[in-house]
């Protein structure tokens, strides 16, 4: 009785185990499908009607090619003194302008009681052109999103990375 105890108990906890180490496999699987990367390619078609300039960067060289410029545009009335009259929501793009194109880093969308902001750092390569990088954060009423654009000089393009996603949260302060 004791032996049938044990082996029944046994298979008991090797069918646990398989049904554990099966269901991460898939959420090891799922995160892969989250982290994949999507490449943003120049866009020669960028809709600015009714968008405003928020704020500019320039890099020098950025690639072989020349200098870029990164240009944040909301849709934001000005006053005369140029200072911006915010509402409950506005239109934000994010565009990264090089002499191979303009690059939609940020893709012209309304966000509700937010904002788009983003940093920008190189790595080395190793090379004579440092690996550019664009973090994103979107923060919004009920979201907040950061998600990180890598320059790939081979392909011309951005490869985007997601790096956080909240959604569906009530955010209740942030630092300056």
Not at 45 to 54: A, E, P, T
Not at 103 to 118: A, E
Not at 123 to 146: K, N, P, Q
């Amino acid at each position: 009785m004791k032996v049938k105890f044990m082996f029944v108990a046994t298979l008991i906890i090797i069918a646990a185990c398989f049904t554990f180490f099966a269901g991460s496999a898939a959420a090891l699987d799922a995160a892969d499908t989250a982290t994949a990367t999507k490449l943003i390619t120049p866009d020669d078609h960028i809709d600015k009607s009714g968008m405003n300039l928020y704020c500019q960067s320039d890099y020098i060289q950025f690639i072989a090619d020349g200098d870029a410029k990164i240009s944040l545009y909301v849709d934001a009335e000005k006053d005369d003194d140029g200072v911006f009259s915010f509402d409950t929501g506005h239109d934000w793009l994010l565009v990264m302008e090089t002499s191979i194109g303009d690059f939609p880093l940020f893709p012209r969308r309304r966000i509700q009681h937010g904002m788009v902001s983003y940093d920008v750092f190189n790595s080395d390569s190793g090379s004579a052109y440092d690996i550019f990088h664009v973090l994103v954060t979107v923060r919004e009423s009920a979201g907040h999103e950061i998600y990180e654009c890598i320059f790939d000089n081979g392909k011309n393009a951005f490869k985007t990375v997601p790096v956080y996603n909240a959604e569906n949260i009530n955010p209740t302060g942030r630092s300056r």
